[in-house]
């Protein structure tokens, strides 16, 4: 009887060991580095953009497109109808900037009444387009008419922008 109790006791040991020996230690995880593709100051408070999209419609006339995005849906759209680098102020006779915009995450669009585009690199290698550059504008958004007939427009300044080797995309 006593050997069964020494065999009990061992294979509990036994067993014990091996459950223990299987448990493996946990890796710790890394944090998913995030990506920065543009970056602006909107109302002076530094904001960076995470995705964005670079494409090009030539069916009509050239036209570029780039949109850059934050992870609560926000958006700054550039659209400009020339390729090629330089600076485009919205305003001028010869403007080819078509919409400068942004829209926060509750879904208002803010179009710019003022501002630039400054494309510091457009180059085409390999069948794809690259972009980089900065701008600036002042966007409001469409006027809510108050009760006593008065417009009221929301404002805000973006400045300081900037993108970094944007590729086109189909």
């Known amino acids: 009887m006593e050997i069964n109790n020494t065999l009990k006791k061992c294979l509990i040991v036994i067993i014990t060991l091996l459950s223990f020996s299987s448990c493996k230690k946990e890796e710790p995880k890394e944090e998913p580095t995030s990506v920065i593709v543009g970056s602006a ?15 090009i419609n030539d069916i009509n006339r050239w036209q570029n497109f780039v949109l850059l995005y934050r992870n609560d849906n926000s958006e700054i759209k550039l659209n400009f109808t020339d390729p090629g680098e330089g600076i485009r102020f919205i ?12 829209k926060d995450a509750g879904n208002r669009r803010y179009t710019a009444d003022s501002g630039s585009i ?15 550059g900065g701008f600036a504008f002042r966007a409001k958004t469409n006027p809510v008419i108050l009760p006593d007939g008065t417009p009221f427009f929301t404002t805000i300044r973006i400045t300081d922008g900037a993108f970094n080797n944007l590729q086109s995309t189909d």
């Not at 305003?91 to 078509?98: K, R």
């Not at 400054?118 to 980089?132: A, H, M």
């Open 118 to 132: 400054n494309i510091t690199k457009y180059k085409f290698t390999n069948g794809v387009y690259y972009i980089s």
């Open 91 to 102: 305003g001028d006779p010869d403007s080819t900037i078509t919409e400068l915009s942004y």
């Open 41 to 55: 100051l909107l109302n002076n408070v530094y904001t960076t953009f995470s995705r964005s999209s670079f494409y």
